[in-house]
C-alpha cells in the first residue's frame, strides 16, 4: 500500500510518467472554482504525508491540493543511483503530473530538501507558478557549487560548531541500512522535543551516527501523535537508501552542469515568500534576505517556533501565512 494511500485514501492517485518513473500522489480539486492548486513538496525524511495539516486546511477552504511522494519516497519510484536524482530531470517530471491533472499554474510551497527542488522547478518551468513558498530551506540560486568541507568550516569559525556534518553520514555508503536499523533513534532526534538536540548530534561531523549506533532515544515532538509516528515509520523504514540519494546529488554537485548550460536566471519571477522560525528570520532580514536579488516580489516571514518541522509545529501560523499570501498574489481571483 502506498503512503498516499494509506494517509489520504480517498485522494491518491498512481501516474505512471514517460521516463517510465511512477509517482504516487494525493489529489484535491478545487472545490471553489475561483481558487488555484497548491502543489506541496516535501523534504526528507518524509512523504505527502507531513502535509496533512495543510491538506485538511486548504480543501476545507476551497483550494485544490496536488502534494506528490517525491522520487525515492513512499509510493513513487525508488532508483538506487544518485544520477537519477537530478534536479532537472525531477522537475520535469513534477510539470509532467501538472499536465496530466490539467494545471496550468499552481502556487508551490516547499520544506527542507524539497526547497531544492522548488528552486529548480521555478527556474526550469517559472510560467507553470502563481508563487514560491520556502519553508525553513530557503531558495537556492542555480549553478552555485557546494562544498561542503567549507560550509562546515565556516559554520564552526562562526558558530563554534559544524553545522551540516550529518550530510557526510547521509552519503557514505551504509547510511541507509544504519537509519531503516535504528529508525526508532533517528525519529526521535529528527523530531525531537527539544530541537536544540540537533546542536550536538546532528550537526558536529560523527555525531548522528555516535547517536544512532547506541540507539539512544530522546522525548519525541509534541506536535506527533504516537498514530503519526506509526504512520511516518511504516513508510520510511526500510526505504531510508532511496531518499538519501537527494543528498548525493547535492552533495557530489551532479546538477551543477545541467544549471550552468541551461543558463539558468537566478532571479525568480513569481512572488516568493520564506517562512522560517522568527530569531532566523530575525536574522536574516537583517543581513538584507529582502533585496531583489532572489525576486521583486519576496516576503519574510517568522513564526513562533525554534523547530525545523514548520508545518507541524506551528500548522496554524503557518497556514494563516499561507493563505494570507495565496488571496495577495491570485491575480484577479474573487476570495
Not at 111 to 135: A, E, I, K, M, Q
Amino acid at each position: 500500500m502506498t503512503m498516499a494511500s494509506i494517509a489520504f485514501p480517498q485522494h491518491a492517485k498512481i501516474l505512471l510518467l514517460s521516463t517510465r518513473r511512477t509517482y504516487n500522489y494525493a489529489y484535491i480539486l478545487a472545490a471553489d472554482s475561483t481558487k488555484s492548486t497548491i502543489l506541496f513538496l516535501h523534504g526528507f525524511p518524509s512523504s505527502c504525508f507531513d502535509w496533512r495539516h495543510q491538506i485538511s486546511f486548504f480543501a476545507s477552504h476551497g483550494y485544490g491540493v496536488l502534494a506528490p511522494d517525491l522520487l525515492g519516497y513512499g509510493g513513487t519510484s525508488k532508483p538506487a543511483s544518485g544520477e537519477e536524482y537530478k534536479a532537472k530531470k525531477m522537475a520535469a517530471e513534477i510539470a509532467e503530473i501538472l499536465d496530466h491533472e490539467n494545471l496550468k499554474q499552481v502556487h508551490a510551497v516547499s520544506h527542507d530538501t524539497g526547497s531544492l527542488l522548488l528552486s529548480r522547478l521555478v527556474n526550469y518551468f517559472p510560467d507553470r507558478l502563481l508563487s514560491c513558498t520556502f519553508l525553513a530551506v530557503p531558495y537556492s540560486k542555480p549553478g552555485e557549487h557546494f562544498d561542503l568541507d567549507a560550509v562546515n568550516a565556516m559554520a564552526k569559525q562562526l558558530l563554534g560548531k559544524e553545522r551540516f556534518g550529518y550530510l557526510k553520514f547521509f552519503i557514505s555508503d551504509n547510511a541507509g541500512e544504519v537509519l531503516d536499523q535504528h529508525s526508532d533513534s533517528f525519529f526521535t532526534l529528527f523530531y525531537p522535543a527539544d530541537p536544540s538536540l540537533w546542536n550536538d548530534h546532528v550537526g558536529p561531523t560523527g555525531s548522528m551516527e555516535s547517536w544512532l549506533l547506541a540507539d539512544h532515544q530522546e522525548e519525541m515532538a509534541p506536535f506527533i501523535t504516537d498514530q503519526e509516528r506509526l504512520i511516518h515509520q511504516k513508510i520510511m523504514r526500510g526505504h531510508h537508501g532511496p531518499a538519501l540519494n537527494w543528498y548525493q546529488a547535492l552533495v557530489h554537485n551532479l546538477n551543477e552542469q545541467d544549471e550552468l548550460e541551461s543558463g539558468l536566471s537566478i532571479k525568480i519571477p513569481c512572488p516568493v515568500l520564506m517562512v522560517f522560525p522568527a530569531q532566523m528570520a530575525a536574522q536574516l532580514s537583517a543581513a538584507g534576505a529582502q533585496s531583489n536579488e532572489i525576486a521583486d516580489d519576496l516576503t519574510l516571514k517568522g513564526v513562533s517556533t525554534a523547530g525545523h518541522w514548520l508545518q507541524l509545529e506551528a500548522r496554524d501560523e503557518v497556514n494563516s501565512a499561507l493563505k494570507e499570501f495565496f488571496q495577495g498574489h491570485d491575480y484577479g481571483v474573487q476570495f
